[in-house]
């Protein structure tokens, strides 16, 4: 069983930077995707980025892409997100997710466990 937990929200201006992380407890395997997703108020569920466990190669959305970076730190279990240059169209809840079936993937069905979230606000 794999859980994961979210952290690092919170308040910040149009323009500025934060990064999230996701600390996964459990067996997390070279196979596995780990991703982030949001999701603001009235909207479904959009993806953000995901990365590879094993290899480290990354995709993400063509609305954040050159301006937030998925990482990881195997020893420490832990994914990052590093946003820059927040606009407020980026304000929503981040959620974190693994995958045991996939090793990269976009998709939110592909995913097994998922966290609570953490609450993004960008202010203009």
């Known amino acids: 069983q794999v859980q994961v937990v979210e952290s690092g929200g919170g308040l910040v201006q149009a323009g500025d930077s934060l990064r999230l992380s996701c600390a996964a407890s459990?067996?997390?395997?070279?196979?596995?995707?780990m991703g982030w997703f949001r999701q603001a108020p009235g909207k479904g569920r959009e993806f953000v980025a995901s990365?590879?466990?094993?290899?480290?190669?990354?995709i993400y959305a063509d609305s954040v892409k050159g301006r937030f970076t998925i990482s990881r730190d195997n020893a420490k279990n832990t994914v990052y997100l590093q946003m820059n240059s927040l606009k407020p169209e980026d304000s929503a809840v981040y959620v974190c997710?693994?995958?045991?079936?996939?090793?990269?993937?976009?998709?939110?069905?592909?995913?097994?466990?998922w966290g609570q979230g953490t609450q993004v606000t960008v202010s203009s």
């Open positions: 997710a693994a995958s045991s079936r996939y090793s990269i993937t976009q998709y939110p069905a592909h995913y097994n466990y």
């Open positions: 459990g067996r997390i395997l070279g196979s596995y995707a």
């Open positions: 990365i590879s466990w094993g290899t480290g190669a990354t």
